[in-house]
């Protein structure tokens, strides 16, 4: 039984550079989300997606973030020129839509990927 | 829109004791209410959700939470705390069919007392 996965665990970059993260959902799940959490936060919606459909983004996600879903199955986040603001806790979940009522409502989450930008 | 307020940053209580973590609500439409846990660098697991079926919803680990529209409230309790309940717990809501973005509360840190 495999959960959400999302690589790396840790990450620590140099403001400025480049960096993408990964998260593989659960095999049947159409819906794909992304989060970001800073510490002393609660998660902070930042996009999802249904199959390869983006279907929403936060205000959040500024033009230096930018995500995929190819084909409708793993995800990349890809976040450019980072920027020391940009240290937080990214997290993946995933769950599945149009599912009978009480099933599969809930969204799966993964460990998470923790960013440092020095 | 849609948010969530968790009253105490911090619950300390006793093993054994009576649990309660507080959470109110707001939202325009009919919410859809979660509460997750989270231990040291992990993920969120779910522990219970509301989603407009019964009003006392039971949860995992022998939690469980009443939804309150009157109050908007929907408090997380479990009747005696046990060293692992050790955790951040989150309140969540959503607009419906618990599908969409979740806005989450800014977190409980729950300490255990042996």
């Known amino acids: 039984d495999t959960g959400v996965s999302q690589d790396p665990r840790h990450k620590i970059t140099k403001r400025g550079q480049n960096v993408t993260f990964r998260c593989d959902p659960i095999s049947e799940h159409n819906r794909l989300y992304w989060y970001r959490q800073t510490l002393g936060q609660g998660p902070e919606f930042l996009t999802y997606f249904q199959n390869e459909a983006q279907l929403e983004k936060s205000r959040l996600l500024s033009d230096r973030f930018s995500a995929e879903r190819p084909k409708g199955s793993f995800s990349t986040l890809e976040i450019q020129r980072t920027e020391q603001g940009d240290s937080a806790m990214y997290l993946c979940?995933?769950?599945?839509?149009?599912?009978?009522?009480?099933?599969?409502?809930?969204?799966?989450f993964g460990p998470g990927t923790r960013l440092t930008v020095l | 829109a849609q948010s969530v307020t968790q009253l105490g940053s911090h619950v300390s209580v006793s093993e054994g004791a009576l649990v309660l973590l507080r959470c109110n609500y707001s939202s325009s439409v009919p919410p859809y209410l979660f509460w997750y846990v989270q231990y040291p660098n992990q993920g969120l697991q779910l522990l219970l959700k509301y989603t407009s079926a019964a009003t006392l919803v039971k949860g995992i680990n022998g939690f469980e939470a009443e939804f309150k529209k009157s109050e908007t409230s929907f408090h997380l309790t479990k009747p005696s705390a046990h060293m692992s309940d050790a955790a951040e717990y989150f309140c969540?809501?959503?607009?419906?069919?618990?599908?969409?973005?979740?806005?989450f509360g800014t977190g409980t840190r729950l300490t255990i007392i042996p």
């Open positions: 979940a995933s769950s599945l839509a149009g599912s009978p009522a009480g099933l599969g409502n809930e969204q799966f």
């Open positions: 969540a809501v959503s607009r419906g069919f618990g599908n969409e973005k979740l806005t």
